[in-house]
Every structure is written in C-alpha cells, then in structure tokens.
DNA sequence: CCGGTTGTTCAGCG
DNA sequence: GCGCTGAACAACCG
C-alpha cells in the first residue's frame, strides 16, 4: 500500500467518515486508544507516507510501512491493529505503525515538502537538493524530508524518466536536471495516483522489477544502491552517470 | 512454496 | 555523539 499517492486515496476513501463520531475504538495496538472513543474526527489529512486522523484534541498516525494494510467497513481475516467504528461504517488497519501526536500539526510537518501536497514547493525541494552534494540521487529520492511520499518504485521510475544513473551524486548533477527530477517526481507521484486507483499501476512499470530497457531493449541492471541500499533497476546505457 | 519486499525505527557496536 | 549494520515487524505476491 505504502507510497504517499496510495494514502491520497485512502483519504479519498474515508471521506464518508469525516465529521463523524467515533463509537468505538479497537484492535491490538499497545496504545492507549480509548480517549478517541466518542470523539469527532474533524479532518483526514496526509503528509507523505503518514495518515492523519484529526481530533479536536490530539490526532492519530499511521504508517503502514512495507506490510500495512486497510479494510473499511469489511474485517480481514488477521486481527486490525486499529479499528474506528462509526455510525455509517467501520476502518480497520492491520499491521502499521501507530503514533499519538499531541502537538499541532503544522509544528512537526513541512506539508511543502509533501509531493502530493497543494502546498508542494519544487523550489525549495531544489535547494534542499544542492545542499547534499555527496548524496546519491537514490538516496535523494527516498529521503521523507526532501520527498515526503516518494518511495523504492517512485525512485526507480523517476530516474528512468530523467534518464539519470541512480548512484549519480547530486553535486555532479545539472542544476536544469535537478529541477527536471524534482518536475518529474511530482508528475509521476500524479500518475501512480490516477493508475493505482484504475488499478493499473503496475503496468505502466518501466523500470521497476523489470528485466528489460523499454528504450534500448539490453537488459536492465538490478544492484542495492546508495546509503539505503534498496534495490535501483536502471539501464546503463540510457541512465547517465554524472 | 519459499524468497523477497512499495518502509521505518531502534539496539548495538566501533 | 556519530555513522553504520542488522534485526524486528509480519503479509502478500510471483
């Protein structure tokens, strides 16, 4: 589920349940969920890859990490992490990270530097850019504070884009290209979105997984690259070292 | 059917 | 205190 365009979605989704009471509160989260009964959520918002759950009083985080999931108004077979029964439905969230966060919002979160935010700000997301010279474009692309949302697939497709090698260093790299790379991420953040939801997102896979360049026809090459180690599928031929 | 992974945090170490 | 490594989490797909 993870990447911050499938949690656009999920807000989409629980909609129905904005302004509404909570009647009951469950699953077998450690936390102390309970004062949330009988409470109104007020607003469902997003930052990246965390799920909001807004309370007059305190607001409820979740991560869905790798393994995450979400069921609305049907159980799945494993016991949810986290229900939230409503008068016209319930939300059930099974093996995610849960928060209580206490303080405002806008305290903690940069929502300029959610891909998928209104507030996207591309312009600052470049000049957090040359301020790592020394990291790789890999680990550019997963770093939340820079692209809050952008995960492994939003990666490798977006360096394919560009037509960027992914152990480029960001000071070796075009300030143009910089900003091709921050213009493409938003887009393809967009694109995930509108394919996910026709559930055909992995069709449009490039690169990711993939064995062969759509572009060139060689074959692809699949390493651990970068201080995060996640897996880059790139082409040697069409994706640029700088 | 087993191996790998759309992610993050934390403990332990040098 | 820092950076690095590996573990933990625990579900689904191919």
Redo the contacts with the bound molecule.
Sequence with gaps: ???GP?LVILKELVQPFKNKKVIAVGGNTKLDVTPFAGKKIIDFKTW??HFLICFSKGTIRI?????G?YTINEQ???PP?LSLAFQNGTLYF??C?IKIIDEPLDNIYDWSADIMSDAWDAKAAIEKLTQHPDTMVCDAL?M?DIFSG??????NEVLFRVKVHPESLLGNVAKSKLKALVTETRKYAFDFYNWKKAYV??KHWKV??KKICPDCERPLT?T?SG?????SFYCENCQILY
């Excluded at 991560?63 to 393994?67: E, P, W």
């Excluded at 952008?150 to 990666?155: D, T, V, Y």
């Design positions: 589920m993870p990447e499938s990246g890859k991560h869905l990490m790798l393994f999931s799945k077979a494993t992490r099974y093996t990270s997963l939340q952008s995960g492994n697939i939003i990666k997102l992995r990711h997984t699949k651990y201080k995060f180690k996640r897996r």
